[in-house]
């Protein structure tokens, strides 16, 4: 396995929930289990008007050191988050992870590791809908020394955070525990 990037035929859309169900392979757990009875039961899981909820992918955004990440102060929520969003009929979730990372910080040349590094299910209550679930499963994307991050529309900011230094801005603990894993996984991933 090696880092991807934008193009990598390993990162075409597909429309087939099979791919997002293999994803979640190494996740053979309660979590794990929810994510599949998901896909299993729901052929809209993809899609953002599934409910109970559907599938998403975010990115842990990390610096070229890696010793930090990339939060955006989300303009619909009000909170520091990690740049992720809708599959929106994309079952490669690592796919969604890096478009929705490249739109959300503005950096080109972002490179994904292919295997997902947590998974995280949670409530949004987003103005104008129902509250409903995201189950997000998270991605490490790494960016290039020259990064000079951009955001768009869906931020109020973006700010370079230590990968310990996320609980004093108020992070969730689900962020938290992906920052924490992001740290341990690229101390054993080949760096770019």
């Not at 995201?134 to 790494?142: E, K, T």
């Not at 004093?168 to 054993?188: F, I, N, S, T, W």
């Amino acid at each position: 396995m090696s880092w991807l990037s934008s193009g990598d035929a390993a990162l075409a859309f597909a429309d087939d929930l099979a791919v997002a169900r293999e994803a979640l392979a190494e996740f053979d757990n309660e979590l794990g289990d929810r994510y599949r009875a998901l896909i299993d039961g729901h052929p809209d899981a993809c899609v953002r008007t599934c409910r109970p909820g559907h599938l998403t992918g975010s990115a842990l955004v990390v610096d070229s050191t890696g010793a930090n990440t990339l939060l955006m102060l989300h303009a619909k929520f009000d909170r520091w988050l990690q740049p992720g969003g809708h599959a929106d009929g994309n079952a490669n979730l690592a796919a969604v992870a890096l478009r929705e990372a490249t739109e959300e910080t503005g950096i080109e040349n972002l490179r994904i590791w292919p295997q997902p590094l947590h998974l995280d299910i949670h409530e949004v209550d987003p103005p104008g809908e129902d509250a409903h679930l995201h189950y997000d499963v998270r991605f490490v994307v790494q960016a290039p020394a020259d990064a000079q991050p951009r955001g768009n529309h869906e931020s109020r900011g973006l700010r370079w955070v230590p990968l310990d230094g996320l609980a004093p801005l108020g992070c969730d603990p689900g962020l938290v525990r992906l920052a924490e894993l992001g740290g341990k996984a690229l101390e054993r991933l080949p760096r770019l």
